[in-house]
């Protein structure tokens, strides 16, 4: 009998692809929270796969909390997370890195440690204790350095830094990762208006690559303009949840930020613009 053409093997699991409808991310029913404190209470959210999500609402609603239970820093209480189809519990840590990064709002490094030193950090889930550092690796360090603008400060301790570079440096760090799903919490917190355009421009381009990036922002019309879906938190669960035009409208505002806006849509491309006039 004639052998069939094998197109898969059991060795590339990676090869099989997603379907396009599957969620990058799906929590369900997902409670969580912290020592007496129930922060997320049964919120149910799909995260499309290969756009860029952000997660907005007040101060203390439990933003940065949902992006680490997304990322396995936090375990629910109650509830499922799936990452590309499959349950977080069910990842050993080594490859939940190589498929997910998380910056968080204020991340720490070693004192002394340099860019490039936080690059290579980056590399680690991909290299088991056996194989050594390789050029593969130092490639892609430093590519992930290029397209964030550190490349130039590689030899640069962190310390020593501005806030924007230094954002820039963590972000190459999470890129040298090569995750397919990338979680920022604040990513543009202490970068003026055309940094932080930067970055929101550099996730841009990681969408382009095909990485799902769910991020954090304050500023509701950078988000508008940069987000393909917003998702607005209040009490615990998600309130609101789909593209920025459909999504953030004065009345909205007003309940969730107590908040009294004006919200106009750009005269070029309809993407609403929040100007803020006072407290609701
Ligand atoms: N490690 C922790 N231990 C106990 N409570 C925490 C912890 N981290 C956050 N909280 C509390 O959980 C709630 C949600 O915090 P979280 O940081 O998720 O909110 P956030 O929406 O990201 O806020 P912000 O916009 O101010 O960054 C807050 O009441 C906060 O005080």
Known sequence: MADHPRTTTLHEPAAAPTPAAAPALRARGL?????????????DLDVEAGRITTVLG????????????????????????????????????????????????????????TVGDLAERGRQ????????????????????????????????????????????????????????????????????????????????RLRSQGITVVTVLHDLSLAA?????????QDGRVRAQGPPADVLDAGLLREVFGLDARVYPDPVDGRPTVVPVGHA
């Open 125 to 204: 889930p991909h290299r088991p204790w056996y194989r050594p550092w390789s050029p593969e690796d130092a490639a892609i360090a430093t590519e992930a350095m290029t397209s964030t603008g550190v490349a130039d400060l590689a030899s640069r301790p962190l310390d020593e830094l501005s806030g924007g570079q230094r954002q820039r440096a963590w972000i190459a760090m999470t890129l040298a990762q090569q995750p397919d799903v990338l979680l920022l919490d604040e990513p543009t917190t202490h970068l003026d208006l055309a940094h932080a355009v930067d970055v929101l421009d550099l996730v841009v």
């Open 31 to 43: 409670t969580a929270g912290y020592e007496g404190r129930i922060v997320l209470e049964k919120l």
């Open 225 to 233: 303009r940069y987000s393909d879906t917003v998702v607005v938190l």
């Open 58 to 113: 007040p101060n203390g609603c439990g933003k940065s909390t949902l992006l680490r239970t997304l990322g396995r820093l936090v375990r629910p209480r109650e509830g499922t997370v799936e990452l590309l189809g499959r349950p977080l519990p069910a990842l050993r840590p080594r490859e939940l890195a190589r498929r997910l990064a998380l910056l968080p709002q204020s991340p720490v490094a070693p004192e002394g440690m």
